[in-house]
């Protein structure tokens, strides 16, 4: 829901309300009392992000591994008999 921006012709208040686009503007001061609100244009807020977790779970880069981890990881070890002693 968009935020929009009023204020009074008469007193001068200025407050922001969260409306619905289909909401009716609003015509009654709440500080004064008088019909002569007026809606403010503004250029907005632009888009937000609020929560948490969005870059954490979705853009951070993993840490590296080091080669010599990655190696000893993919391949198991592997002993090896000592050749025979020919005569």
Do not use: H, R, W
């Amino acid at each position: 829901m968009p935020t929009y921006e009023y204020e009074c012709n008469k007193c001068g208040y200025s407050f922001d309300v969260l409306q619905s686009i289909k909401d009716a503007s609003l015509k009654k001061c709440p500080k004064c009392g008088k019909d002569s609100l007026k809606k403010i244009i503004s250029g907005g807020a632009g888009l937000i992000f609020k929560g948490s977790g969005f870059y954490l779970t979705d853009y951070k880069n993993k840490p590296s591994k080091t080669k010599d981890t990655a190696k000893t990881k993919d391949k198991p070890e592997t002993k090896t008999k000592p050749a025979a002693k020919k005569e």
